[in-house]
């Protein structure tokens, strides 16, 4: 009989376990993912897309080898954990070192974010981003151009390892991405864009087009403020950072520093672990999956390793306490594994990333915040930046207004702010008590995948390009 692909549900990783000579990781895992786009109404996307396969991980004294098939059969299981296996042993007959051991952990964690409603076909997908479009074409007749953008992602993931971990987990999010575009009143284009949804099915995520015309309306003002926008003065300004920003200021600028293999090859956060890097009122945590009872947007219950995921409190009261870990590195770094590894395809092997990552709300109202600075800036959504293992950072900003006087002023036009992370976090005075999320993170350390962004505003200080 021909070896026929199987469902991800029906397969028992359990049964391959005799296949396993040293420590092995078997996963299997399906993306499911779809996009319907509209550019001024017309559709200029319409795609549904599957990938899925199985891979294996094999650790021998002190060396991984990993193998991957696009498959989900018997045979592909079988030849993937046998070719992973032989390569662990090439490797570690050149680079092993036989006192090499990884911390021994079991988890058993299942989760399930589909909806339990009737699901809508790609007719009705589209009819429900149609009404938007003609919502805003109704409403806003001075656009030069609008998208309307609908993206969902599944991802299905089997896990089983030879010290017993296994797991069952199916993670969803939806978002519609809606942009617009105008000219200012020097004729040239200026344009903003935002993101609904979050975690979740589209049936869970989204009931009436009508519910996003408020925040659509808000985005509309934004940009007819846009028109008439100033140019930043350069320099050092007093800054608040509104939750989007410092949501994606805190996992770019300080996150990624303080990932134990990004920390071992060489990032500054190594130099600073057990000191003062911020004001007591500052602290930092990598949420697995919850906060104050609720699901955060990518809940990671286990590892792709098959660990279980607990919140790692990476800055306490000022303190850098702690970096994320997945078993390698707590291996070298001598300490506990954090449930920070994970994948993004069957074919990628786990690294270590950040789950939800975010400053804990301070006690500050965003108008005092505001009233507090004389000439600055509030700067409210990113465009596009990068940072790196020193902490520093540069990140454009699509929305900003002026300060003046304790009052917001003109918006701003597009421009950029730079700096060290580390300098920043030392310059925050007030910390809004105000904690929200982002839904549309996607982090490409190596391999994309979902991350969640969220966070209070803050007040410091930062360079900012400009006249």
């Known amino acids: 009989m021909p070896d026929t692909h199987q469902a991800i549900t029906d397969i028992d990783l359990h049964t391959y376990s005799n296949l396993f000579s040293s420590y092995t990781e078997l996963r299997l895992q399906e993306n499911r993912s779809q996009q319907i786009a509209l550019l001024n109404g017309e559709v200029f996307s ?58 021994v952990i079991r988890a058993s964690l299942n989760s399930d974010f589909t909806t339990d409603k009737p699901r809508i076909n790609q007719q009705e997908l589209l009819a429900f981003l149609k009404k938007i479009d003609a919502h805003i074409t109704r409403s806003y007749s001075d656009l030069t151009s609008r998208t309307v953008v609908l993206q969902c992602l599944d991802m299905e993931k089997k896990f ?46 989204f009931e009436n087009p009508e519910e996003l015309y408020p925040e659509i309306e808000e985005l509309y003002q934004h940009l007819c403020n846009k028109k008439s926008a100033v140019i930043a003065v350069s320099g050092y300004h007093d800054v608040i950072f509104d939750t989007d920003l410092a949501g994606i200021l805190a996992h770019e600028a300080i996150g990624h520093t303080t990932e134990a293999d990004l920390v071992r090859a060489g990032s500054v956060a190594g130099d600073y672990l057990g000191q003062q890097v911020a004001p007591e009122m500052v602290t930092l945590v990598d949420f697995a999956n919850t906060l104050a009872g609720e699901t955060l947007p990518v809940p990671v219950y286990m590892d792709d390793e098959g660990v279980e995921s607990k919140d790692t409190v990476i800055i306490d009261k000022g303190i850098l306490k702690r970096f994320m ?29 950040m789950r939800n990552t975010a400053i804990l709300p301070g006690t500050d109202k965003i108008a005092d915040m505001i009233a507090s600075i004389e000439d600055g800036y509030y700067l409210m959504r990113p465009s596009n930046g990068q940072a790196d293992t020193t902490s520093e950072f540069m990140f454009g900003v699509q ?13 701003i036009t597009d421009t950029t702010i730079s700096g060290v992370a580390f300098d920043m976090l030392k310059e925050i005075t007030m910390i809004s008590d105000q ?25 410091t200080k930062v360079y900012i390009g400009g006249q």
């Open 435 to 459: 904690m929200t999320w982002s839904c549309a993170g996607m982090c490409g350390k190596k391999q994309l995948i979902p991350v969640g962004l969220g966070g209070p505003a803050i007040k």
């Open 399 to 411: 929305l900003g207004y002026e300060i003046k006087h304790g009052k917001l002023s003109h918006a």
């Open 46 to 103: 319409n795609t549904k897309n599957s990938g899925k396969g199985v891979s294996a991980r094999v650790y021998a004294q002190g060396v991984w080898g990993f193998a991957s098939e696009p498959k989900l059969t018997s045979d592909a299981i079988h030849n993937t954990i046998e070719a992973a296996t032989r390569n662990a042993r090439f490797m570690a007959a050149r680079a092993g070192r036989e006192d090499a051991a990884l911390p």
């Open 325 to 353: 870990h997945n078993k390698e590195t707590a291996e070298y770094f001598e300490t506990a594994p954090t449930g920070n590894a994970r994948a993004y395809e069957f074919s990628d092997e786990p690294l270590v990333r």
């Open 160 to 205: 089983y390892n030879s010290e017993g971990s296994s797991g069952h987990n199916i993670t969803t999010r939806t978002l519609i991405r809606v942009s617009l575009a105008a000219n200012n009143s020097d004729g040239e284009p200026i344009e903003l864009r935002h993101a609904f949804g979050g975690l979740g099915q589209f049936e869970d995520v």
